[in-house]
């Protein structure tokens, strides 16, 4: 029977397993990829998948649904990639709609020799953008308004043909 001693921690992260990405130096090098849930008016949960430049800081992609999958991901992601050149690199959190339907993610990927990064709790630093973007998003945006059905929050939310909408400008929650 093996027993951990009483002064050994529960869960050591070995080296070889810590993250060793660094921030982006130039736009385009790298994107976000992250889901932000929320409830309409009538208590139905919906998620805003948001796609950010990590340099420019720029918000590519602002699309709200009931669910995704991960073709869903793959059909916003082609529709960015039409207007805005495609990084080498796109970091993804760990949802359940991007890890256990990655097929469809990880074929795409694979066609357009992107590699993809999901983020863990071990480096949260890396989705810093985003996450200071959800910072700012949901207390004037989500928190402030009240979306009646799916298609109030399309209207609302909707970023339209300029993806270079920065969101560390001047512009409230974009």
């Known amino acids: 029977m093996n027993k951990r001693k009483p002064h050994q921690p529960k869960f050591v992260v070995k080296p070889d397993l810590r993250d060793s990405f660094q921030a982006a130096v130039r ?12 409830r309409l008016a ?10 950010v430049d990590a340099f420019s800081r720029s918000l590519l992609a602002l699309e ?3 669910t ?3 073709t869903d991901v793959v059909k916003r992601l082609e529709a960015v990639c ?8 796109i970091v993804i959190d760990q ?4 890890v256990l339907p990655s097929r469809e993610l990880d074929r795409w990927a694979g066609e357009h020799d992107v590699m ?4 863990s709790w071990i480096n949260p630093s890396i989705k810093g ?3 200071a973007f959800i910072g700012r998003f949901r207390p004037k945006c989500l928190n402030a308004l009240q979306f009646m059905n799916l298609a109030d929050a399309k209207k609302t939310m909707e970023v339209g043909e300029n993806p270079t909408t920065n969101i560390a400008g001047r512009n409230d929650w974009r």
């Open 64 to 66: 709200p649904r009931f």
């Open 95 to 98: 949802h359940s709609e991007f």
């Open 129 to 131: 953008n985003i996450e």
């Open 68 to 70: 995704f999958r991960g």
């Open 82 to 89: 039409k207007q805005v050149w495609l990084p080498p690199t």
């Open 27 to 38: 736009a385009h090098e790298f994107w976000v990829v992250s889901l932000v849930y929320e």
């Open 116 to 119: 993809l990064r999901y983020t």
């Open 42 to 51: 009538t208590g139905r949960k919906i998620q805003v998948l948001t796609i």
